[in-house]
């Protein structure tokens, strides 16, 4: 299961769901998609699978980038 723990107006909040993380917070604390099982016939990563962790990849950075915006 996917845990994304960040501060929140000085509280610490946890989320399942990326898409339940508010616009405004203070800091990132824990960023932990649910990444996929390798699925390839040889037993690595498909190219789909790649591309979809990458994209947490960006929407972590995202976070962040409003994190340091905020200047905590």
Partial sequence: MA???LVVNGILETYTKYEDIPDTFE?????????PEPEGEDGN???????EMARWN????????KERARGN
Wanted: glycine share 4%.
């Fill in 3 to 5: 845990e994304f723990q």
């Fill in 27 to 35: 800091n990132v604390i824990k960023f932990l998609p649910d990444l």
């Fill in 45 to 51: 990563h498909t190219d789909e699978q790649h591309a």
């Fill in 58 to 65: 960006g929407r972590l950075q995202a976070l962040m980038e």
